[in-house]
């Protein structure tokens, strides 16, 4: 039977997939280990090639002990930085209602300006949370005493988020206020 002449289908349930090899022989793949094969030999995206991006990129999370508290570096916000939406879970490890916050970035490209940032509570009345810039990055600072921060990607136009915890004197950084 010649190529042309095989049924088409739109998906594939159990059958397999036909793939030549090298010297002509034929090779049949099934649709999940197919999926690997593809997932492992794609890049990772950036701003400049599509790709895929791996789970530590499109979702954190950040936990704060009795003791110590974190600020987290998440993105730039100079001139061809991030832009894009992240979305932020906040919550107390044992007890209390969750908070939601987006935060919007839209970098400038052509002058050097700091990004224009939005961040809105969409719920929860958590007020512990505490959002900072710079000159150079946005940051979310999280309290001690048990809470989680989770932080994820929602959508990206160019840039990326760097999500790190770092060290500063946070009395350097100037506050962003919430939109309610």
């Given amino acids: 039977m010649k190529l042309n002449e ?3 289908i739109n998906t594939i349930n159990d059958e397999y997939v036909t793939l030549m090899n090298a010297n ?3 090779l049949r793949i099934n649709k999940s280990d197919l999926i690997e094969v593809i997932r492992a030999n794609m890049p990772v995206a950036t701003t400049d090639k599509n790709g895929l991006y791996g789970k530590s990129y499109v979702e954190k999370v950040f936990t704060t002990s009795s ?3 974190k600020l987290i570096k998440l993105f730039s916000c100079q001139k061809s ?3 894009g939406k992240i979305s932020l879970l906040f919550r107390r490890s044992e007890s209390g209602v969750i908070s939601e916050f987006s935060i919007y970035a839209n970098s400038y490209h052509t002058i050097d300006k700091i990004s224009d940032i939005q961040i809105y509570r969409r719920a929860g009345s958590h007020s512990n949370i505490t959002f900072y810039r710079d000159e150079e990055y946005v940051y979310a600072y999280m309290p001690s005493n048990y809470y989680y921060l989770c932080c994820k990607l929602g959508f990206l136009f160019v840039g990326k988020l760097i999500l790190e915890v770092t060290e500063m004197d946070i009395s350097t950084l100037t506050k962003i206020p919430l939109i309610e």
């Fill in 6 to 8: 095989a049924m088409q």
């Fill in 24 to 26: 002509g022989n034929p």
């Fill in 67 to 69: 003791t110590n508290t």
């Fill in 81 to 83: 930085g991030f832009s």
